[in-house]
């Protein structure tokens, strides 16, 4: 079966006698064996079809050497154009007898066979070509055990690698061909440390001596690189492969990718991590009771778990005197810095994380198009990713914000949201600890203050009374004289009275003993009466009443509801001191009846209105007008009491317009 039809007389044209010619061409034609013949190039020039049976196919074109596809030496060693048994006869020049290789054919299946290259020579011993003779020795010698254990090897669900003692790969199976991405083409006859890291070139050193010295490395877990040069995590075996004489000779090596378990270990380990960390901030802050403190400890340890650049922490708070403001503390980065970043805490981002809607994320400023959500590109710090999450309660009130900023983009992942959002509330918690702390402290200082008022303002009618009867001692001649003064100490006595009535009406409701005498009652009029009956005792003021006209009965206790008026409109007259007439009013529906008590005078600011109900709460600049801070206590808890409510309307400088309902008596 010649190539072209002149191959032979190519091979044998220095012969210039016909009959030889003929001689050899009937030989080849009639070999009894696998037989072909390739030029000095490893150019085929001629097979029989016994070796196109041995192959498994007709030699490409291109074929140089064998027709097979793929063939090893019998160490498993692909032969190559470069290296094979035909190659090493033609360049020794001698005949080094048979030699048993591998062939594997296109179906994969391997064939073992013994090759016995020959050299023909021309008359001046010039080698002209070389033929091969072949001799399948599978069935006999390793029978189907071998072709098993290749199609094993070839399958298996690990790369399996054999490399000789200088590290050069031999062989590559079809797995090391989907972890690494080199085909095995590529890799046959390459180095191994193609696939190790440059850092861990060392580590190839250590293996091969390990395996001279007949030393196996077991399920070693390392790093190699990708044709696409990523890094991948895989766990090897290596042992050393030898000889039929024992000889080591090199190693195969099986790698195994555990990619998939490195991440789950590494995610593990972050995950533990961080519990601890989570842990010891959640300790830290809640044995602290300083806000200050706090804040920079969750500052601090956020902008850390979150490998930012920056983190600030906002804290929504109010000064001593009531007005909302934004606090911050910092981390990796000073205030001068901060400043300078041109950070506008009013940008929608903040507003959107403040309002306690949600985090919000950005993964790059500069490439972000929802303009709403867009922070300054600030060109100090050059940062892209920004994550802010808002600091709210469980009852959902806001009480801050964390902002993190880095110069990379995408730096933010939802894991860290989820990390972040459980020390957020861990703060929020601690935070609003500390803030009861501070409250019962000044509750405290105001307990002390109140102890100090309360002492002056029982002692003040105490020495007035204390005064009039020194004077009455004296002058019991003059019976009018006698007369004015026993009667300013029995005002003063009242008040005294009315004082320490109070207090004790207060330690009753703190007791939870506060007593009704509760009855069906027409309260037009005892408004009526009770405007009466202050008319008596103030001669400052004048009440004006808008009177309804009409009955308006409810159930109550007329006394505790006297107090309640008398109480309001002192403080009306009290608290407008430049004026001379204080306003009363009655509305009604058909279910309830208001009263407003209106004046003139000092008003209140917002913050004072929200907290003159509470028990010693004095506005700021009330200090010359007497006072203990109870009465609107007794009077809020008095109208709760009769299932009723209070509210004030009020501006600083304006006057003030308590008004309270009652709920209207319905026979049933
Ligand atoms: P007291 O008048 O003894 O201080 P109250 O409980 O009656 O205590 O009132 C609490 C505080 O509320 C007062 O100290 C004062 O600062 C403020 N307040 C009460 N009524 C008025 C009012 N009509 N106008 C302005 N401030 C008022």
């Known amino acids: 079966m010649p190539i072209s039809s002149n191959s032979v007389s190519d091979i044998l044209d ?32 001629y097979f029989n079809e016994l070796a196109v049976n041995l192959w498994g196919q007709v030699p490409k074109d291109n074929a140089l050497w064998t027709g097979a596809w793929k063939s090893y030496n019998s160490e498993g060693v692909l032969l190559t154009p470069q290296k094979n048994e035909l190659l090493d006869c033609l360049k020794s020049g001698k005949e080094d007898g048979s030699k048993e290789i591998l062939i594997e054919l296109p179906d994969f299946s391997l064939k073992r066979v013994i090759s016995t290259p020959k050299l023909f020579l021309d008359k001046q011993n010039n080698i002209v070509a070389i033929h091969n003779t072949l001799v399948d020795i599978t069935a006999k010698k390793t029978g189907e055990k071998h072709s098993i254990f290749t199609d094993i090897v070839k399958h298996a669900y690990n790369a399996i690698i054999s490399k000789d003692l200088n590290g050069i790969i031999t062989s590559w199976n079809l797995e090391a061909e989907k972890i690494f991405g080199y085909s095995e083409e590529e890799m046959i006859g390459q180095s191994i440390t193609k696939l190790i890291p440059k850092d861990r070139l060392e580590e190839e050193t250590i293996i091969i001596s390990k395996i001279k010295s007949g030393q196996k490395v077991d399920h070693y877990e390392t790093i190699r690189l990708k044709k696409d040069e990523s890094e991948i995590n895989v766990s090897i075996t290596i042992s050393p492969i030898y000889n039929n004489k024992g000889v080591i000779i090199g190693a195969s090596k099986i790698a195994r990718d555990i990619s998939v378990e490195v991440f789950h270990q590494q995610a593990f380990k972050k995950y533990s991590e961080n519990l601890e960390m989570l842990y010891s901030i959640g300790k830290a802050i809640s044995e602290k009771l300083d806000v200050q403190a706090i804040l920079q400890k969750v500052t601090d340890a956020t902008t850390k778990i979150t490998g930012a650049n920056f983190g600030a922490f906002f ?45 919000v994320r950005i993964s790059d400023i500069t490439q972000d198009s929802r303009h709403e959500l867009t922070m300054p590109y600030d060109k100090h710090l050059h940062i892209k990713s920004y994550m802010a ?126 007593q009704f005498n509760i009855e069906v009652l027409d309260f037009r009029q005892l408004v009526i009466e009770s405007i ?40 009306a007259v009290k608290y407008s001191p430049k004026s001379d ?16 008590i209106r004046d003139t005078g000092i008003g209140l600011s917002p913050e004072s209105q929200k907290k003159i109900f509470t028990r010693f709460y004095r506005a700021d600049g009330v200090n010359n007008i007497s006072g203990l801070g109870l009465g609107l206590y007794l009077t809020k808890e008095i109208i709760e009491r009769h299932h009723g409510n209070i509210k004030v309307e009020s ?18």
Not at 29 to 40: S, V
Not at 340 to 356: D, E, H, Y
Not at 581 to 596: A, F, G, I, K, R
């Open 14 to 45: 220095t012969s210039s006698d016909q009959s030889v010619y003929e001689v050899f061409k009937a030989i080849f034609e009639n070999h009894p064996l696998p037989f072909y013949a390739c030029n000095t190039e490893g150019k085929i020039i």
């Open 315 to 359: 804290y929504k708070t109010t000064n001593s005197s009531g007005e909302e403001m934004m606090l911050y503390n910092l981390s990796g980065t000073s205030h001068e810095v901060f400043d300078k970043m041109q950070i506008q805490k009013q940008t929608s981002l903040f507003q959107l994380a403040f309002n306690g809607n949600k985090p």
């Open 389 to 514: 999450m808002p600091v709210k309660l469980n009852s959902g009130k806001v009480i801050g914000g964390l902002l993190f900023g880095h110069k990379e983009p995408s730096r933010f992942t939802e894991e860290h949201e989820n990390i972040l959002s459980s020390i957020a509330s861990q703060a929020a918690i601690a935070l609003d600890n500390s803030e009861l702390f501070e409250e019962i402290k000044s509750l405290n200082l105001k307990k002390d203050e109140f102890i100090a008022l309360a002492s002056h303002e029982l002692k003040t009618p105490l020495t007035s009374i204390k005064g009039y009867l020194q004077i009455l001692s004296r002058s019991t001649h003059d019976k009018e004289m006698s007369k004015l003064f026993v009667n300013k100490a029995l005002i003063q006595a009242d008040k005294l009275e009315s004082l320490v009535s109070d207090l004790l009406n207060v330690s009753k409701i703190e007791a939870g003993k506060l």
């Open 532 to 571: 009466e009956n202050f008319s008596y005792t103030s001669r400052s003021h004048k009440v004006v009443f808008k009177d309804n006209q009409s009955p308006l009965i409810v159930e109550g206790d007329q006394q505790r509801l006297e107090q309640v008026i008398i109480n309001l409109l002192s403080n």
């Open 581 to 596: 007439e204080v306003y009363v009013s009655l509305l009604s529906n058909d279910n309830s009846v208001s009263v407003s």
């Open 651 to 668: 501006e600083l400088g304006q006057g003030a317009n308590f008004i309270f309902t009652l709920p209207l008596y319905k026979k049933t």
